[in-house]
């Protein structure tokens, strides 16, 4: 779970629904039409713009902003150098049998054990790299595309509310009253786009470029196995994908403790 994304939405939550009891009653502020109107709208569009298998993926996409599995690229580079010193002590083809948790990292020893060669292994991984910077363009992409109608719809049915209290203009007191419900599609509108989508995608987008690094970290730490290259070149090589006052040194405790080779580190 990213406790980032769980803390910033209650914080929205929380602090909207505060602002509205300092002022005025959480009645004022439900109007069953109104959600109709933003939410059955933000469906309508969503159906039309995508296919259907994408349409049904959405609460996924919603899920992938707060679910998101926490990424450690420390780790990743300690398991692969401690990957690089099996295969120099015993051979390439021992990493087979070495329990690795990461999908994508046993994809890629596995590959590197079935002594294929660099260019295939490297043409392999980079599809599915490809292939999950995809997915993840397409979850975004849906995401933008609610932030955009939930506004635009709460702006259709506060004309339709505008319409309806100019046609009752008879009733002066009416007046207030039917302007505050024209109102809040706007308000449902902007806090399901400023709120929840909006913040999610770029969410998505931001986790998704961490976890591209981190599958080309395990690419480039892979070809180093495959050539025979020191372990120690090999952490250096990849602790240039990360910034300097990330990078490991050799008396980095976390270097010195170590990593399980099935896994990250407890």
């Known amino acids: 779970m990213d406790l980032a994304s769980v803390i910033g939405i209650t914080t929205g939550v929380v602090v909207i629904l505060y602002s509205i009891l300092l002022a005025g009653d959480l009645k004022s502020f439900w109007d069953f039409p109104s959600i109709v109107c933003v939410f059955g709208g933000v469906?309508?569009?969503?159906?039309?713009?995508?296919?259907?298998?994408?349409v049904f993926n959405t609460g996924k996409y919603f899920m992938k902003g707060i679910f998101y599995p926490k990424i450690n690229t420390k780790d990743t580079i300690l398991q692969i150098t401690q990957?690089?010193?099996?295969?120099?002590?015993?051979?390439?083809?021992?990493?087979?049998?070495?329990?690795?948790?990461?999908?994508?990292?046993?994809?890629?020893?596995?590959?590197?054990?079935?002594?294929?060669?660099p260019e295939v292994i490297e043409s392999i991984l980079q599809l599915e790299i490809d292939s999950m910077?995809?997915?993840?363009?397409?979850?975004?992409?849906?995401?933008?595309?609610?932030?955009?109608?939930?506004?635009?719809?709460?702006?259709?049915?506060?004309?339709?509310?505008?319409?309806?209290?100019?046609?009752?203009?008879?009733?002066?007191s009416a007046i207030g009253p039917s302007m505050a419900v024209a109102i809040l599609t706007t308000f449902y509108g902007a806090v399901l786009a400023n709120v929840f989508s909006g913040p999610l995608k770029t969410k998505i987008e931001?986790?998704?470029?961490?976890?591209?690094?981190?599958?080309?970290?395990?690419?480039?730490?892979?070809?180093?196995?495959?050539?025979?290259?020191?372990?120690?070149?090999?952490?250096?090589?990849?602790?240039?994908?990360?910034?300097?006052?990330?990078?490991?040194?050799?008396d980095d405790p976390a270097a010195a403790g170590g990593a399980a080779p099935g896994g990250e580190k407890k």
């Not at 039309?48 to 994408?54: D, F, G, Y």
């Not at 506004?151 to 002066?172: C, E, H, K, Q, Y």
């Not at 981190?214 to 090999?234: C, F």
């Open 133 to 172: 910077s995809e997915r993840h363009k397409q979850g975004a992409a849906v995401l933008d595309a609610i932030t955009a109608d939930g506004p635009a719809m709460g702006m259709i049915g506060t004309l339709i509310g505008l319409v309806i209290m100019l046609g009752n203009m008879s009733d002066p």
């Open 206 to 250: 931001g986790k998704s470029k961490v976890e591209q690094v981190k599958m080309s970290i395990i690419i480039a730490g892979t070809l180093g196995i495959v050539a025979g290259e020191n372990p120690r070149l090999i952490k250096e090589k990849l602790n240039s994908f990360l910034p300097p006052s990330q990078r490991l040194i050799d």
């Open 83 to 117: 990957l690089a010193e099996t295969a120099r002590r015993e051979s390439v083809f021992a990493l087979e049998k070495v329990p690795i948790e990461d999908p994508y990292l046993k994809k890629a020893m596995t590959l590197a054990a079935d002594n294929r060669p």
């Open 43 to 54: 469906i309508a569009t969503t159906f039309i713009k995508w296919p259907m298998e994408i």
